[in-house]
């Protein structure tokens, strides 16, 4: 980690933000910034909401699949009524129209979708995709965000 966090602190006088709230990619829009990161259903949501003025790329060497969940609390007065509604949120219907509307990748097998929405949704079965072990990288997490505070940020 410390070479990333050497050659980051270089880059750190040409950040406008390391603050993603409300979002990385409204200084993009609105010309504040030239780069932003961010996940790529939202960056793609977005560059379709800002008529040309933000574009989407992924890097060559791979990116990270970021997996939501669903769940229902243990002991819910209103079990049923959640369980409808993840029955719903994870039919094909819903998935179908959750990446179409917000270019999130489906989670059912049977789900189709158009050429043009397909090319633009995360597919985890794609080669690029960064196998990342989530229990190491918390193990860790506090010891790089201490060196990025000191290092990168200045704080």
Not at 66 to 94: C, D, H, P, R
């Amino acid at each position: 980690m410390e070479p990333a966090i050497k050659e980051l602190a270089k880059l750190a006088p040409l950040v406008n933000t390391w603050e993603p709230v409300p979002d990385v990619y409204q200084p993009v829009i609105s010309g504040t910034s030239e780069f932003g990161v961010g996940w790529n259903a939202r960056a793609q949501y977005f560059s379709e909401e800002s008529d040309g003025a933000m574009g989407v790329v992924q890097p060559d060497d791979g990116i990270g699949f970021q997996i939501n969940t669903i769940n229902l609390v243990e002991g819910s007065e209103k079990a049923a009524a959640a369980q409808e509604f993840m029955n719903y949120a994870l039919s094909k219907e819903a998935q179908e129209s959750f990446a179409e509307a917000l270019f999130y990748a489906p989670v059912v097998s049977d789900a189709e979708l158009p050429e043009s929405v397909k090319d633009r949704v995360a597919d985890s079965a794609d080669p690029a995709i960064v196998d990342i072990d989530w229990i190491w990288l918390a193990d860790h997490r506090d010891d790089w965000t201490e060196q990025w505070r000191r290092s990168v940020i200045g704080g």
